[in-house]
């Protein structure tokens, strides 16, 4: 069974981890066009996969380098910088300061964006309308009209700083 699981585990994860390798490089260098970020999102499950595979297929030999101490070293980097990565906060305030900003300008007032924007409500009111979002008061947040028309706030800011 393993031979069998051999010959398609470990090239899942070579080819995922070619994906996953050019769409994160390109991700750092903020080239984010197209369906990079999704494509590497959603296919990091194929890699997780074919490595979990990979791992049971080669199950002795996974179990001998924990009995070297190089490996265990690079193993337990790995661990600990994961570690970090997900338990340790992003800045001393507490979070992604990009975030936070997103939070504020989704939560602002529509008349609020609009000057940050450099443009005028009723032009935006009038841009979302265009698109079918439906502003019944320019003193609304990006958040509620968001809601109110069934869409996600992200989208809505898309539109006004088109």
């Known amino acids: 069974m393993s031979t069998t699981m051999r010959s398609w585990a470990t090239p899942l994860a070579i080819g995922s981890f070619i994906i996953l390798a050019v769409t994160g490089i390109l991700m750092f260098f903020k080239i984010e066009g197209g369906y990079i970020k999704p494509v590497h999102e959603w296919l990091s499950w194929l890699m997780v996969a074919g490595v979990v595979l990979h791992t049971i297929a080669n199950w002795k030999v996974f179990v ?51 000057e940050l924007a450099g443009k ?25 009209i968001a809601k109110r028309n069934d869409k996600e706030a992200m989208e809505v800011l898309g539109l006004v700083f088109r």
Not at 125 to 135: E, F, N, P
């Open 64 to 114: 001998s380098y924990f009995s070297k101490i190089p490996a265990v070293s690079i193993i337990s980097v790995g661990v600990v910088v994961t570690a970090l990565a997900v338990f340790m906060p992003a800045s001393r305030e507490g979070g992604n300061p990009k975030a936070k900003m997103m939070r504020a300008i989704q939560s602002a007032r529509l008349e609020t964006v609009a």
């Open 120 to 144: 005028e409500s009723d032009e935006i009111v009038t841009t979302l309308a265009g698109k079918g979002i439906k502003v019944d008061d320019p003193s609304m947040t990006v958040r509620e």
